[in-house]
């Protein structure tokens, strides 16, 4: 059971004459879904809670102080709105819109088997591009059969 004093449960009070945005374009100008179809889809399929009340109506009006809940690529994400944007900008300025509630991400021990058998995977690991493929044929002599 959550506690009185969690943020998820009561919502800091919105900025007096708060601009309000539509929930579907928030999470676009958020950077939490690629676009508002998406975003609507997401909504609508009921992934997303808006103060502790789920919703899957992607018109509903959000603005500074909701708190928002929803389970993205296999995370609970908790934000709580910070300012409702006007533009889908840059990163940085996608993270200023919210403040991130967010648990911890569960340890390796706790996850579902399948979830803890995929292998963590660095940047560049895995099959070369068709062009680092192509410079790396370019270093071979040529083996034609003629």
């Known amino acids: 059971?959550?506690?009185?004093?969690?943020?998820?449960?009561?919502?800091?009070?919105?900025?007096?004459g708060g601009r309000k945005e539509r929930l579907d374009k928030f999470l676009f100008y958020a950077r939490a879904l690629k676009s508002r179809t998406l975003a609507q889809k997401f909504i609508e399929s009921g992934g997303v809670?808006?103060?502790?009340?789920?919703?899957?109506?992607?018109?509903?009006?959000i603005g500074a102080g909701d708190v928002l809940t929803m389970t993205l690529h296999?995370?609970?994400?908790?934000?709580?709105?910070?300012?409702?944007?006007?533009?889908?900008?840059?990163a940085p300025e996608a993270q200023g819109l919210y403040q991130d509630l967010?648990?911890?991400?569960?340890?390796?021990?706790?996850?579902?088997?399948?979830?803890?058998?995929?292998?963590?995977?660095?940047?560049?690991?895995?099959r070369p591009t068709k062009k680092q493929r192509r410079d790396t044929d370019r270093l071979r002599p040529n083996q034609d059969n003629d």
């Not at 058998?117 to 660095?122: E, N, V």
């Open 1 to 16: 059971m959550a506690s009185p004093a969690d943020p998820a449960v009561h919502p800091a009070p919105p900025a007096p």
């Open 49 to 61: 809670r808006v103060n502790a009340e789920r919703t899957d109506r992607s018109d509903l009006k």
């Open 74 to 90: 296999n995370r609970i994400l908790v934000w709580r709105i910070l300012d409702p944007g006007t533009r889908r900008g840059p």
């Open 102 to 126: 967010s648990p911890p991400p569960l340890p390796k021990a706790d996850q579902s088997p399948y979830e803890a058998a995929i292998a963590p995977r660095d940047d560049g690991a895995g």
